[in-house]
């Protein structure tokens, strides 16, 4: 019995110091880092990855683009089920979800704003991506909005999924703000737009 008991314990600890091991590998990055110390640019930044996952898989199983919209209350018309197709049971064809297990809300923004996702790149606010390379996505796509963003947060991200990680510069490009996958603008206190796809041509 204690041989067990001495070898759970082992396995255990070894389970652990990979996991630390992997997490170390996965974060350790200079953008990364500065996001890992503030808190909440790291939760915009999980609920982007989340919802990210969550429309791919979507896309995959329907050919279609999905809209989850945060509903301030009950009785706000974002509540219903159909600005939720990644949370709520859809009718239409493939749909194979939840795709994500709770809607996204208001609390899934740190800064008290909106969070949106959208099914059409070209539609306001984004207005389209122009990725690397100079690739322009429009029309149909997805990417997702957060509103009251400060500027420095909208830089950390940018940094994170837009800067090249084989430059050693951490300069920003002087237009990040309308070039890659991260665009923002002062609109409603800062708002944060986050490309996740496009639909295949």
């Known amino acids: 019995m204690g041989r067990i008991t001495g070898f759970k314990q082992a396995f255990v600890q070894g389970v652990i110091a990979s996991s630390i091991f992997i997490i170390v590998a996965v974060v350790a990055t200079?953008?990364?880092d500065e996001i890992v110390e503030d808190g909440k640019s790291l939760q915009v930044l999980r609920v982007f990855e989340r919802t990210s996952r969550a429309c791919t898989k979507h896309y995959k199983d329907t050919g279609r683009?999905?809209?989850e919209f945060a509903s301030a209350s009950e009785s706000d018309r974002y509540a219903l089920k159909r600005y939720?197709?990644?949370?709520?049971?859809q009718l239409y064809k493939g749909w194979d979800g939840p795709?994500?297990?709770?809607?996204?809300?208001?609390?899934d923004n740190p800064y008290?704003?909106?969070?949106?996702?959208?099914n059409n790149l070209s539609t306001h606010p984004a207005l389209g991506f122009e990725l690397a390379g100079g690739t322009l996505?429009?029309?149909?796509?997805?990417?997702?909005?957060?509103?009251r963003i400060p500027e420095e947060v909208a830089q950390r991200l940018d940094r994170h999924l837009d800067m090249d990680a084989a430059s050693d510069s951490e300069e920003l490009d002087p237009q990040w703000k309308t070039k890659g996958r991260v665009e923002y603008t002062r609109e409603n206190n800062g708002t944060l737009s986050l490309f996740i796809l496009k639909s295949r041509d």
């Open 30 to 32: 200079p953008t990364m």
């Open 137 to 147: 996505a429009h029309e149909e796509g997805q990417y997702l909005v957060f509103t």
């Open 84 to 89: 939720h197709q990644l949370s709520a049971k």
């Open 112 to 118: 008290a704003g909106t969070v949106e996702l959208h």
């Open 99 to 107: 795709y994500i297990q709770v809607p996204i809300t208001q609390a």
């Open 65 to 67: 683009m999905a809209t």
